[in-house]
């Protein structure tokens, strides 16, 4: 099985390494290509104004000058011109993506650059509130979680979304699979400051944001201690809205 690597933390994070220890477990054809700089937070954005440019680090590894999404988009155009990878793996992010926060998230949209090219995918993400845990719980249980995911067909446009518990590993309590949560819509701070220019500027926290914990959703898995699995589509739209919406237009 051929695996390609990303993340949106950059080609030197601690959590890719970690990746590439649970993805060696499952494959010795393991290819590497991250943004070079961490691009937390960027999103599904494409990079469309200025060039990228494709770096080696060395067999197999390499890293771009853009976004999670253009490291999969060149990937896949350059690298891989004789056989596409047989999965893509994203991660480990520093730090969970639950909820709504799946829509900001460089990891998730990595992976879902992956599934519109029709290649099974993962983003995998380490809930990250005890820093003195790091890894250990992805480190433990990652090979684990993918055994199964990998074996299962899932159907066009769409991914697996796993985050890990701020645990050590002896103490994570099992693995749940379910659907998406939501935020409380306020989140984090907002700073305000004057650069030495004078020019006001903003800068967005990044502290915990509040959220209710709904029954059977990724939160409360998390906050429980066990690891969350949630399948996600691409497919945005109502489809139960439909037929009440062109009833309008009739």
Not at 102 to 125: D, F, Q, R, V
Not at 223 to 250: C, K, M, W, Y
Request: hydrophobic content about 40%.
């Amino acid at each position: 099985m051929r695996i390609l690597l990303t993340n949106d933390d950059g080609i030197h994070a601690p959590g890719l390494t970690v990746l590439e220890e649970i993805a060696r477990q499952l494959s010795d054809d393991v290819w590497v290509c991250a943004p070079a700089e961490e691009q937390s937070g960027a999103g599904h954005s494409l990079t469309l104004h200025h060039p990228v440019r494709l770096r080696e680090h060395g067999e197999k590894r390499f890293s771009v000058t853009g976004t999670p999404t253009d490291s999969v988009n060149l990937a896949l155009r350059k690298l891989f011109a004789d056989r596409k990878p047989d999965l893509v793996l994203s991660g480990v992010n520093a730090g969970e993506n639950l909820g709504d926060d799946i829509t900001y998230s460089g990891t998730i949209s990595a992976a879902m650059e992956a599934a519109l090219a029709g290649i099974p995918a993962i983003g995998l993400s380490q809930a990250y509130r005890e820093t003195r845990y790091g890894f250990d719980a992805a480190t433990q249980w990652g090979a684990k979680v993918l055994g199964p995911l990998i074996d299962v067909q899932m159907a066009k446009r769409t991914l697996v979304n796993v985050n890990f518990p701020a645990l050590p590993a002896n103490e994570v309590k099992g693995i749940r699979v379910v659907r998406q949560g939501f935020h409380d819509y306020e989140r984090g701070s907002l700073v305000e400051g004057t650069d030495p220019r004078g020019r006001r500027y903003y800068w967005f926290g990044l502290q915990d944001a509040e959220h209710t914990l709904d029954h059977g959703t990724d939160l409360e898995a998390v906050e429980d201690g066990f690891i969350a699995v949630t399948p996600l589509q691409l497919d945005l739209t109502h489809h139960s809205a439909i037929s009440n919406l062109a009833d309008r237009f009739a």
